[in-house]
Structure formats: structure tokens, C-alpha cells
């Protein structure tokens, strides 16, 4: 079974940055797309990013292009998400998860794809 593990998360202020891992293991991290949602307070989960199985193909939201950016290394079994120019609707609880699809595609932004997933990290932006 994949298990994944996230950290790097805490207290921001406006526009600032923080990046993110999780951290994978149980079996070959590189056969999974990745992904990350977050889940605000009294909100559903939301599509944060996703990436494919080498890192050549990224997919994100309107909320967060251009400020976030998903990375992988496989080598080291390590998805990381960073946040730049954060702002207080970026307050969430941030989990990864892995998806086993047939390819890389839209369908990815929705959470019913993925099989496995993190505990979460606590993100605050704050003024």
C-alpha cells in the first residue's frame, strides 16, 4: 500500500511563500500520478495541482496558476507544491494523493480519481 506523508506547512504571512512535501513510500512511487487538494474550513476539497508520472505534464486550477508550482523526484520518492504570494483563501488543509489513471488528463482535477492520500498539513495566511 502507497503511504503518504506531508509536511512543510505553518503560518504565512500575505504574500509570502512556503513549499510543501509529501513524502511517499510502500511501493514505486514513480507508476503514480500525484496530486494535491486542499479543504478549507466549512468547504469541500479542491483540486490544488497535479503531475504526472515523470513530471513532464503539471495541471492546475485558475485559483492558483501562475503562483503555485508542483514538482516531483522520483529518485527520492518526493512530490513538493510550492506557494508563492500566498493570500488568506489559500487557508486550508493541504493533503497529496496518488491516481493510478489510464492517462494524464482533466479528469485529475477530481478527488474520486485518487486511491490514496495523506493526513494533511495545516497552511495559515494571515496579515
Known amino acids: 500500500q502507497l503511504q503518504l506523508v506531508e509536511s512543510g506547512g505553518g503560518l504565512v504571512q500575505i504574500g509570502g511563500s512556503l513549499r510543501l512535501s509529501c513524502a511517499a513510500s510502500?511501493?514505486?512511487?514513480?507508476?503514480?500520478?500525484m496530486g494535491w487538494f486542499r479543504q478549507a474550513p466549512g468547504k469541500g476539497r479542491e483540486f490544488v495541482a497535479a503531475?504526472?508520472?515523470?513530471?513532464?505534464?503539471?495541471a492546475y486550477p485558475d485559483s492558483v496558476k501562475g503562483r503555485f508550482t508542483v514538482s516531483r523526484d522520483n529518485a527520492k520518492n518526493m512530490m513538493y507544491l510550492q506557494m508563492n504570494s500566498l493570500k488568506p483563501e489559500d487557508t486550508a488543509v493541504y493533503s497529496c494523493a496518488a491516481s493510478s489513471p489510464p492517462a494524464f488528463t482533466l479528469d485529475l482535477a477530481r478527488r474520486a480519481e485518487y486511491h490514496s492520500w495523506g493526513q494533511g498539513t495545516q497552511v495559515t495566511v494571515s496579515s
Open positions: 510502500g511501493r514505486t512511487f514513480s507508476n503514480y500520478v
Open positions: 503531475i504526472s508520472w515523470t513530471g513532464s505534464h503539471t
